[in-house]
């Protein structure tokens, strides 16, 4: 009876050690291992466009030192754009802004881009480059988090990570074009 009792609690121990396997889980890591380096570009460039906005803002220091020597754009769009940043974060968590998802945050936000660069490069005014350097901000603030919330619920870190590296891309690509137009005029004038 005791060698009985001692073999029947080593099949429980066996039993606790063994996996169960989902199907459903198993599929989608296939999927996920499958269409990764498609899902990892996806999010390196949804985030590049997100900081492009940005980027280009502040990459036109020469433009704002040209054509508005005394209104020191470069300071007061810093201060517009962190100043949004900061309000827009604690308006989104006392609204509840941050539960809506991909289509009420990301694909406005990314309209809202497209107007702000339409308005930019038609428009020469002081006032509307300091709405447009807040109005960067914001949207960056209603844009970015859902990208990296998505990264997020994968299983795998590469696509923060992506995500992460979409955001450096941004300056990167960002000051070298404009190194690159700032040597082509020096060379053609």
């Known amino acids: 009876m005791e060698i009985d009792v001692q073999a029947s609690r080593t099949i429980e121990n066996l039993h606790i050690n063994t996996v169960k396997v989902v199907p459903a889980v198993e599929e989608t890591n296939d999927d996920i291992s499958k269409y990764h380096n498609e899902i990892y570009w996806r999010f390196l460039f949804l985030n ?36 949004s940043v900061f309000f827009l974060h604690i308006i989104q968590l006392y609204f509840g802004f941050y539960k809506y998802g991909f ?18 490069m038609s428009l020469k005014n ?25 990264a997020g619920l994968f299983q795998t870190g590469s696509f923060t990570q992506a995500a992460q590296v979409g955001s450096g891309m941004a300056g990167v690509l960002n000051v070298s074009a404009n190194t690159i137009i700032r040597l082509i005029v020096l060379l053609i004038h």
């Open 48 to 83: 590049l466009v997100v900081l492009w906005a940005y980027q280009s803002l502040i990459s036109a220091q020469n433009y704002y030192i040209k054509f508005f020597p005394l209104d020191h754009l470069d300071f007061w769009g810093t201060v517009a754009v962190g100043s």
């Open 126 to 150: 002081k006032i509307l480059l300091i709405i447009a350097f807040a109005s960067v901000g914001a949207l960056g603030t209603l844009t970015e988090s859902p990208l990296f919330g998505i």
């Open 103 to 120: 289509t009420k945050r990301i694909i406005p936000g990314f309209i809202g881009y497209i107007i702000i660069a339409v308005l930019v």
